[in-house]
């Protein structure tokens, strides 16, 4: 299932440390382009949830989009793309008007927003299509300080961003705003 979280148990006292091995995943695109569309129960209860008011035109949209694809990776990268060429990439906004959905207001009406519209449009779309897909959210790389030797993280560098479950490989991260 998710890792939500790490918790050590007992806590850690201060001076105390621990070691942590994660296996990161590299799958290729063929890999993710064979991965199979059974997905586990858990996956398809929470990750294919869509709102029951979305507006029928997402859907619509996410097959035109889509129309010329034959697996989910493939898909993703066809919205991916339509997102980052479709869309423009801006700060600060308007409100959104009001008793409308905002993410669907960006994706057919406005066409500007901020990586949080990109990626939740991006979830959205691909839901609709029957590919599991979630709403991460961290930090971009920063500026990384030549003379440091590392990078320099800021809240400004807050970001988020789609993830798509593969079966065999787990969560893969898609980048489909422009300005990253």
């Known amino acids: ?21 994660a296996w990161l995943n590299a799958p290729t695109q063929k890999i993710l382009r064979d991965a199979s569309t059974i997905y586990p129960a858990w996956i398809q209860s929470r990750y294919l949830a869509l709102p029951a008011d979305l507006d029928p035109r997402v859907a619509v ?3 035109q989009i889509t129309v010329d694809t ?21 700060k600060e906004i308007e409100n959104p008007p009001k008793g409308i959905d905002p993410v669907v207001w960006f994706l057919l009406d406005y066409k500007t927003g901020y990586c949080n519209y990109y990626a939740s449009a991006e979830v959205l779309l691909l839901r609709s299509l029957g590919i599991p897909a979630r709403l991460a959210v961290g930090y971009a790389e920063g500026k990384y ?13 807050s970001h988020a961003w789609p993830e798509v479950y593969f079966t065999g490989w787990g969560w893969v991260p898609f980048e489909p705003t422009v300005s990253q």
Do not use: N, W
């Open 1 to 21: 299932r998710d890792v939500g979280y790490i918790r050590t148990v007992p806590p850690l006292q201060l001076g105390e440390s621990y070691e942590v091995r």
């Open 61 to 63: 949209l996410a097959r």
């Open 70 to 90: 034959s697996t989910s990776f493939d898909a993703t990268l066809a919205i991916t793309q339509y997102l980052r060429e479709k869309m423009t990439y801006k």
């Open 145 to 157: 300080l030549i003379d440091k030797g590392y990078y320099e993280v800021r809240g400004e560098d």
